[in-house]
């Protein structure tokens, strides 16, 4: 007999609503990174040094929007309990690693987490730990609602991978958590590179250039700058998914079924009961 795929647990349900404002949110954050690419030449923001300031301040907002279409009617104190300690835990594992040769911690257990828990939760999870970890380091900054945006989008993806089980299963979550590193590094390079480097050099931003050309210069940059921390945390990523990736999974899925998310509380009225018959004693 071939075994059949674990079955999907959605912790977060994710409604009409709540699934349209993550499309938006994702279309903005997409805009918020590669908006070198885009930017009209002429414009101010091409040639200044606010543009990651000003989408640092749009990306929040954004972001509020979508937790409060999950939680509106798809959240439960259970989910809620549930993603404050996955929170802590993954807020905890972040400064172990400290980014140090590209060693991050945390992001095999956001892969694990949205994997298990689905999609919605995989999101809500990675802006969640990003945010809590930035506030236990004092990493609070004009680059939090990118790192924030890019964790979330690495749960998301898990959540959306297709079924699968045992090896299969375990290959496969590896295989993405190697490109959802590789992914999350080169997509925070954007929110800084045309300014990191200055001008004139082979390597730079040229506001008015083709976008294939800066697209070019980009790659360059982050081959020369970020690519060993990118492997790093790819292989890391891989690695720990590897080795932990059975245990992890079987005990967030004994959670998730305890948790029972996906079960339908029903009340049924009280039946009326008839009063005890009166007996009567002899005086």
Do not use: C
């Amino acid at each position: 007999m071939t075994p059949t795929p674990h079955p999907a647990t959605a912790a977060i349900r994710l409604r009409p609503k709540a699934t349209a404002a993550i499309v938006l949110v994702s279309l903005a954050g997409l805009i918020a990174f590669g908006w070198p690419l885009i930017v009209d030449p002429g414009s101010g923001i091409a040639h200044g040094g606010d543009a990651p300031f000003v989408f640092a301040l749009l990306l929040p907002l954004l972001l509020a929007v979508v937790l409060a279409e999950i939680s509106e009617g798809g959240l439960d104190v259970k989910a809620v309990a549930l993603l404050g300690v996955l929170s802590a835990v993954g807020a905890v594992l972040r400064p172990l690693g400290a980014g140090s040769a590209g060693v991050e911690l945390v992001f095999f257990l956001l892969v694990l987490a949205g994997r298990v828990f689905g999609p919605g939760f995989g999101f809500v999870l990675g802006a969640t730990t990003l945010f809590a970890s930035a506030l236990i380091t004092g990493g609070v900054g004009p680059w939090l609602p990118y790192q924030m945006l890019g964790a979330a989008w690495v749960g998301l993806g898990a959540g959306l991978l297709p079924r699968a089980r045992g090896r299969v299963e375990i290959a496969l979550l590896a295989a993405y958590g190697a490109v959802a590193g590789l992914a999350y590094g080169w997509l925070l390079n954007f929110s800084f590179w045309p300014f990191a480097i200055g001008s004139g050099t082979g390597l730079s931003f040229v506001p008015g250039a083709p976008a294939l050309e800066n697209l070019h210069r980009f790659a360059l940059f982050s081959l020369a700058t970020s690519l060993g921390w990118d492997l790093g945390r790819a292989l890391t990523n891989a690695v720990l998914i590897a080795v932990t990736g059975t245990a992890v999974l079987g005990a967030l899925r004994r959670v998730a079924r305890r948790a029972a998310f996906d079960a339908t509380a029903q009340f049924t009225p009280a039946q009326d009961q008839a009063p005890p018959p009166m007996v009567e004693t002899a005086p």
